[in-house]
């Protein structure tokens, strides 16, 4: 502040600033001691009245875990995948240390990528270390000046990020609404100077294939009818849907019956259902080397960890049934039962829950910002742990927690965390509906 500059650490959303927010932070960044596995060891700390948290170190609480995105049970020791992990671990270390282009690629690498593209029904891919770099470095690489993005109004972070960075024109649709983005590029199009001259060089339009914050899944065949209308190009993210959704886990598309022809770059991450780290594209053999040639995240960037590879490889021959068994598809009618089941013994005990069926993605609207550190603190201390989310990540008077489902977790766990969630919802009054009649 001294000669009018500001500090470092100013500038931030003023909320961070307020004592409500620093009042809270034990809801946040509580570490964990354990794999993100069903059952999960939460450290507690607390919150005081002077803003600082007094215990550093804290009590370890083992919880069910209702927070983790381990949507197929990959988390932790997995019999087929953690042997392969470690002997990856053994031959290639943590890090190739080294970018793509100079000797950052090993035949994990090679083989993933093309493992994942037969997967996802595209004839080429390349992965990236990053899920959220993979949105990020790969937009601006695809469209730049020039250009018109047409993005979900509630896209993920990585993507708005990604979009603010390439420099090209970025419209916002009503979000899910395909009306809507018809609108839009109706408008935009119209600006041409005539019926057949158009404003920009190329448009753009993304989507997610489940919301991560609404639990909502993509309304893709309307949005690709209408993008075909318009000659716009369709960019999905299927971060959460890839490995959760449809019948061969094979994302959105599989659902709801897309052709994947249709979609020109499919992105995901195998951060979720393959309980590794990393992201990646899936598009046209055109598209894919293109993006080799030029994308700043393929050739300054140390590449993906080789266990982390070897990882999302073995959890995708599981998940594909090519390790010889079933159980990939045991896990994918597992998620899906487990999470229906949840999402309509909650909406019965009253509760307002945002997303679609299928969606193991289910948020508990609490509304009231004051609800949600009484929501996560209550859960904890009933041996839950439970991912709770308010401004600036939703609207202030949206807060809600987001609980994610697995496949993992039996009837028993979800009994019992039905149980603990509706005494607490008594106790913070965040039923909003009446309660279905219990049948006897
Ligand atoms: N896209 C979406 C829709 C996400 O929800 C996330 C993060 N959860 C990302 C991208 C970033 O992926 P990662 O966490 O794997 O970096």
């Known amino acids: 502040e ?15 600033t307020r004592r409500m927010y620093l ?27 002077n803003n600082s948290i007094l215990n550093p170190t804290g009590e370890t609480i083992r919880c069910l875990n209702l927070g983790s995105y ?6 932790g020791h997995d019999d087929y995948c953690t042997p392969r992990v470690i002997e990856s671990l053994k031959t290639y270390s943590p890090s190739t240390s080294s970018v793509r282009v100079d000797g950052g690629t090993t035949i994990l690498h090679e083989e993933l990528e093309n493992e994942i593209a037969r997967f ?39 993507i708005i990020n990604g979009a603010r960075g390439s420099g090209a024109s970025v419209e916002v649709f009503q979000h899910n609404n395909p009306s809507h983005l018809e609108e839009v590029l109706r408008k935009q199009i119209a600006k041409g100077q005539s019926r057949l001259h158009r404003p920009w060089k190329k448009i753009l339009v993304i989507v997610e294939g489940i919301y991560s914050m609404e639990g909502e899944i993509c309304n893709l065949p309307e949005i ?7 000659k716009a190009h369709v960019y999905l993210d299927e971060a959460h849907s890839v490995g959760a959704l449809g019948k061969s886990g094979r994302g959105v598309c599989d659902l709801l019956g897309v052709d994947p022809e249709d979609v020109d770059i499919m992105m995901g991450t195998f951060t979720k259902s393959f309980g590794s780290c990393g992201g ?14 030029i994308c700043p995240a393929h050739l300054y960037a140390t590449s993906m960890s080789p266990p982390a590879v070897q990882q999302a490889i073995s959890a995708l021959r599981v998940i594909s049934g090519e390790d010889g068994s ?19 013994e909650l909406q019965k005990m009253g509760f ?28 904890l201390q009933h041996n839950l742990a439970v991912v709770t989310v308010a401004f600036p990540a939703t609207p202030l008077l949206l807060s809600r927690a987001r609980i994610c489902i697995s496949a993992a977790h039996t009837r028993e766990d979800l009994n019992k965390a039905l149980m603990i969630i509706g005494k607490i919802g008594d106790r913070i009054d965040i039923k909003y509906f009446p309660a279905e009649p219990k049948k006897t």
């Open 2 to 16: 001294e000669k009018g500059y500001a500090p470092l650490c100013s500038g931030l959303e003023d909320f961070y």
């Open 23 to 49: 009042r809270i932070q034990d809801c946040f960044n509580r570490p964990i001691t354990s794999a993100p596995k069903t059952w999960i060891d939460v450290v507690r700390r607390c919150s005081t009245d």
């Open 70 to 75: 381990n949507y197929l049970g990959f988390a």
């Open 120 to 158: 996802i029904g595209k004839p080429a891919a390349v992965v990236f270390g990053m899920g959220y770099a993979t949105n990020s470095a790969i937009i601006p690489s695809i469209i730049s000046k020039g250009g018109l993005i047409i993005s979900d109004s509630l896209n993920h972070n990585s």
């Open 224 to 230: 690709v009818s209408v993008c075909k209308k318009y």
């Open 280 to 293: 990646y594209i899936a598009a046209s053999k055109e598209i894919i080397q293109y993006l080799k040639y």
């Open 326 to 344: 079933n159980r990939g598809a045991q896990k994918l009618a597992r998620i899906r039962e487990n999470s229906n089941f949840f999402r309509s």
């Open 352 to 379: 307002d829950v945002l997303g679609d069926n299928d969606s193991p993605v289910m948020p508990i609207m609490l509304y009231n910002p004051a609800k949600m550190p009484a929501f996560s603190r209550q859960c």
